[in-house]
């Protein structure tokens, strides 16, 4: 596992970006998947965080440890960028089955929909999302413009979610994603 970028803030949610590719952890090309899904994080979050970065070679058992750690080590929040394909190494939707409590079977079918709208392709993207103690997983494709269209579909949900699973608050830029939290009563 290369532990790539740490941006680190006093307090608040702890964010780790987990990238699954065989060629950008053997350094055979730029990993641009980890950075856009940090970028968009970093325009979209308006509370204090940490953010962590991180590359691991597909294949479904070292993905499900890497994983494993991050919410064992107290993650909020774990993007994890491809191996989401139809591609006989992309094994991140089995990874994260192995590894999380109950599955958000809503998020990964916003996010096909969303997707569907720009490509075609789309239907193939195995995208899901899962909770491990008070972590929440979110699995997202690896092409950067895919990234942002998956998490702009998703993100209003992802604040509460937090709030229920017990995770550090994160608040947004109502501008860029207006977060939903049910008002009381």
């Not at 979110?138 to 990234?147: D, F, M, N, Q, V």
Request: hydrophobic share 45%; aromatic share 4%.
């Amino acid at each position: 596992m290369t532990v790539e970028h740490i941006s680190q803030s006093e307090n608040g949610a702890r964010i780790a970006i987990l990238t699954v590719s065989d060629r950008a952890a053997r350094g055979e090309y730029a990993d641009l998947g980890g950075p856009a899904a940090e970028d968009w994080v970093r325009r979209v979050i308006t509370s204090p965080v940490t953010v962590m970065r991180q590359i691991v070679p597909d294949g479904r058992e070292g993905v499900a440890d890497a994983m494993r750690a991050l919410a064992d080590d107290g993650a909020d929040l774990v993007l994890v960028t491809g191996g989401t394909g139809p591609a006989p190494r992309d094994r991140t939707p089995e990874a994260l089955a192995d590894i999380i409590d109950f599955d958000l079977p809503g998020f990964g079918e916003e996010m096909r929909r969303a997707s569907l709208a720009e490509v075609p392709t789309a239907i193939l993207s195995r995208q899901s999302a899962g909770v491990r103690g008070q972590t929440l997983f979110i699995t997202l494709p690896g092409k950067p413009a895919a990234i942002a269209t998956c998490l702009q579909a998703v993100f209003a949900a992802v604040p509460y979610c937090l709030d229920l699973i017990g995770a550090a608050r994160i608040d947004t830029d109502p501008a860029r994603c207006a977060a939903f939290r049910p008002k009381a009563g």
